[in-house]
């Protein structure tokens, strides 16, 4: 028996795991007590990594679509399908010819994090999606707005906090988000247990609700009223800090609120004005208080000035920056903020320069609305989008009227997948790359060290060698680029990393300033490809060696010699230095945003009508871990809360099955009658709907898509992210018991790979 440890890559808490392991076989999955930032904790899906591993359903060749139908392929035959279609498509229809969508593991293999962006660029499309805008793309072009990068996210001080308003998360199940804090339980509990207090708003009684002294229901995708109206509080009562060294826009931001004191607001957010303001007076009489938002708030229509709003509030009571309130992190490797000249930048450009085809929505970040990717591909027009690359991606589930998407890909002229499974997204493909198991790589945590409330670095080795006849995520992203630039991959990698060391020594602010990028390269030895990458970026980075400068600084080997991590301490204060904006200062009042403000006063008469929201639970992970019987076991989870009064009006009783139906779609769903729900709210979970081929897991556990519902033509503006919450929706009874009602067929059922064909 062997013992290795390793960090988790199935969500943002990045917990540090014990695997025992029996030759090729996983014993146990554990939590590893040792770990410098996890200490031990973990979640049933950690657990579950064992049997992600043993899944015989995952990918073991490539596919390839022949007459129709998705076969095994080698390697050497997938690549030369797509280098077969792709350069000729390029060449006949122009490069914004296919897109690409990146999905949410992307972010947790640090390869595929470095080598997404060099297939991008080497495609040179502008058609450039992710999931960031069916997630977190509001806090970012917030975030960006005001302190210079997409990445400069102020994160909660949990350990230290004495007051943490929580609005639309669910951490307990979540296990944070832009919050990395493995065991999220404990940091709450022991906030309460010195005396701190927790507010949750949502319109669900969560987990989280649940561990809170309060919880406030507020009607959905109103959150922003709420938010301004207690900034308008603090400005009215005098309870903004006096000082506030390095912000500029107050005065604005002050004019910006003033139409939404509490009273105004109270019937449009759901929440009582003296509820409102009794808890800007808290917020604003804690020593120290932190306020957090995430998905409720961010994938609503007023995604970006909720987000913008939760730093204002931050601002204003001098917690910003401070601990106990909100910091900024500083990561090992690949900060956006931690390199070049220190305290002012170039900010960023929202709107950004480019503009879809179709409804000419502006990309923010650099990409565009997902939302907006079937119309790109279904609408006519010699500019269409007629390839598509998904990596590690299921927007056949996760974006909104997915039915339109899925339609689209139909329409597609290529479509190249890297995934690990045959799903509702890849079925669709001509060609696709089986990802191996992520116990076969090594894992490092470039996105999530950027969001994590305290800063730590850890390098895992690969649990099993990698089989030589499988390449990683990264290798696969760099083939494709190499295919679409004409080159060879290794060539590629070495102009990569030359390019990141000439990057290195030209700032000037660098410990490497003025060196040879070539001897860089030549001191990074014999490792090539993501992991050279990494080492480069750590030994440049804020706490490296500076390749000599700083002989006890971090390397990739320093990493590797410490199996339980490194801790590089608690967040600190970084103002004004962590600042990358144009006036060096925290820009409060960016113009774009307190000219959508505006649009808040659409919500203020909004009626109670019908509306649908999300859900997680902590044994699914998006759309992808049904596969596995452990996260599947029990009673169906993917049913319909409805509160009593509702199911009261509507005839329903527990069991029954419902129709929900949007703009968009219709679903028929068992109903759980609860009230952990608002009234006049009703909410499924994201990621069911399983159409995967019949004798699998998830087949037997199919469940309903919410994102049928989802209208792809509600977004937030200016991030261009999605509204999946909030969605207007009628409910009625089907007058059919769930239980009597057959075992549901998969919406799409075939035979085993080899018997699947195009479904549309
Ligand atoms: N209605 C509604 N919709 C939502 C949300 C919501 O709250 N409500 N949440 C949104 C959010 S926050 C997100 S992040 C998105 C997620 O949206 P996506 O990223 O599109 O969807 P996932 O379900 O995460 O799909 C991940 C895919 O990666 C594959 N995969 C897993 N591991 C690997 C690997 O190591 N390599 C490769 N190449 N592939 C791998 C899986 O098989 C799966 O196909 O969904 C969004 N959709
Ligand atoms: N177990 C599990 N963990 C996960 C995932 C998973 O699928 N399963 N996905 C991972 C991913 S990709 C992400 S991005 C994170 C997300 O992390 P969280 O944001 O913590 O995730 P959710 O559980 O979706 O919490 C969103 C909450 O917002 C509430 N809500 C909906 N609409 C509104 C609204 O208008 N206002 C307010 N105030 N609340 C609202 C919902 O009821 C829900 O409780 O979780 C990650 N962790
Ligand atoms: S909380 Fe997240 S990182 Fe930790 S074990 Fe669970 S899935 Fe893995
Ligand atoms: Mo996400």
Wanted: aromatic share 4%; charged share 20%.
């Amino acid at each position: 028996m062997t013992v290795a440890f390793r960090t988790c890559p199935l969500c943002e808490a990045t917990c540090g795991l014990t695997i025992t392991t029996d030759g090729p076989d996983v014993l146990s999955v554990r939590g590893d007590p040792d770990d410098v930032g996890s200490h031990g904790f973990l979640c049933p899906k950690g657990v579950a990594l064992g049997d992600l591993h043993h899944d015989p359903d995952r990918l073991t060749t490539p596919l390839v679509r022949r007459d129709g139908v998705l076969v095994p392929a080698t390697f050497d035959e997938a690549y030369a399908e797509i280098e077969a279609r792709l350069p000729p498509l390029l060449a006949g229809h122009g490069r914004n010819a296919v897109a690409v969508y990146l999905g949410n593991p992307n972010s947790h293999d640090h390869a595929a994090t470095l080598y997404g962006p060099v297939l991008i660029r080497a495609l040179g499309t502008d058609q450039r999606y992710s999931a960031s805008t069916v997630d977190q793309m509001p806090k970012q072009v917030a975030s960006a707005l005001m302190f210079g990068t997409g990445l400069s996210i102020a994160i909660p001080d949990v350990d230290h906090t004495q007051f943490l308003l929580v609005l639309g998360a669910n951490p307990l199940v979540s296990n944070g988000s832009l919050f990395t804090a493995p065991d999220m339980p404990g940091r709450l509990r022991a906030l309460r247990r010195r005396g701190g207090r927790l507010v949750v708003v949502d319109p669900r009684r969560t987990r989280t609700a649940r561990a809170a002294d309060e919880h406030l229901t507020i009607r959905p995708g109103a959150d922003a009223l709420l938010l301004a109206a207690m900034a308008q509080t603090l400005f009215a009562d005098g309870l903004v800090v006096s000082s506030l060294p390095h912000v500029s826009g107050v005065e604005e931001v002050r004019e910006a609120v003033a139409s939404f004191p509490p009273e105004v607001v109270a019937q449009g957010c759901g929440v009582p004005a003296s509820t409102i303001r009794r808890l800007a007076h808290e917020l604003a009489a804690a020593p120290s208080a932190a306020v957090y938002g995430r998905i409720g708030t961010c994938t609503t229509a007023h995604g970006t000035v909720a987000s913008w709003l939760v730093d204002v509030l931050n601002t204003l009571t001098g917690n910003l920056d401070r601990p106990g309130g909100v910091l900024f992190p500083a990561a090992a490797a690949g900060g956006a903020n931690t390199a070049g000249p220190h305290g002012s930048g170039r900010g960023v450009r929202i709107p950004g320069s480019r503009r879809t085809r179709v409804r000419g929505l502006p990309s923010a970040l650099g990409e565009f609305p997902v939302a907006a990717l079937a119309e790109e591909i279904d609408t006519p027009g010699a500019d269409r989008v007629r390839a598509l690359i998904t990596v590690a991606g299921n927007p056949a589930l996760s974006t909104p009227n997915s039915a339109r998407l899925e339609a689209a890909l139909g329409q597609l002229d290529f479509m190249v997948s890297v995934d690990a499974y045959l799903n509702e997204t890849t079925r669709h493909a001509d060609v696709v790359l089986p990802a191996p198991s992520p116990l076969t790589r090594g894992h490092y945590d470039i996105v999530f060290a950027q969001f994590a409330a305290r800063n730590v670095a850890r390098w895992s080795p690969p649990v099993f060698p990698a089989d030589p006849a499988r390449p990683g995520d990264g290798e696969m992203l760099l083939r494709l680029a190499a295919i679409a630039a004409g080159t060879t991959a290794e060539a590629l990698d070495d102009a990569v990393t030359l390019t990141a060391a000439a990057a290195a020594v030209a700032d000037p602010c660098s410990p490497v300033h003025g060196r040879d990028p070539a001897e860089l390269v030549a001191a990074l030895g014999s490792r090539r490809g993501a992991d050279r990458l990494l080492d480069l970026l750590l030994r440049t980075g804020p706490y490296g060696d500076g390749f000599g400068a700083d002989p006890d600084g971090l390397t990739l080997d320093v990493l590797a010699a410490a199996p339980h991590g490194v801790d590089l301490g608690p967040l600190q204060p970084r103002l004004p230095d962590v600042l990358r904006t144009p006036s060096g200062t925290v820009e409060l009042a960016p113009p774009v945003i307190i000219a959508d403000a505006e649009r808040l006063h659409d919500l203020l008469g909004a009626s109670d009508g019908p509306v649908l929201v999300g859900r997680r639970d902590l044994r699914s992970n998006n759309s992808w871990m049904h596969n596995l019987p452990a996260m599947v076991r029990g009673a169906d989870r993917c049913t319909l809360h409805v509160n009593p009064v509702d199911a009261a009006a509507l005839g329903l009783v527990d069991g029954d099955r419902a129709r929900v139906t949007s703009r968009v779609g219709s679903v028929e769903a068992p109903v759980t009658i609860t009230d952990d729900i608002r009234p006049g709210v009703v909410s499924l979970p994201h990621g069911w709907g399983h159409a995967t081929h019949a004798g699998t897991v998830a087949a037997a556990h199919p469940g309903v898509n919410s994102n049928l519902l989802t209208d792809e033509l509600v977004i937030d503006p200016l991030s261009g992210n999605a509204a999946l919450n909030a969605i207007p929706v009628t409910v009625t009874a089907t007058g059919e018991p769930a239980a009597s009602t057959p075992p549901r067929e998969p919406a799409v059922s075939g035979d085993r790979v080899g018997g699947f064909g195009r479904t549309t």
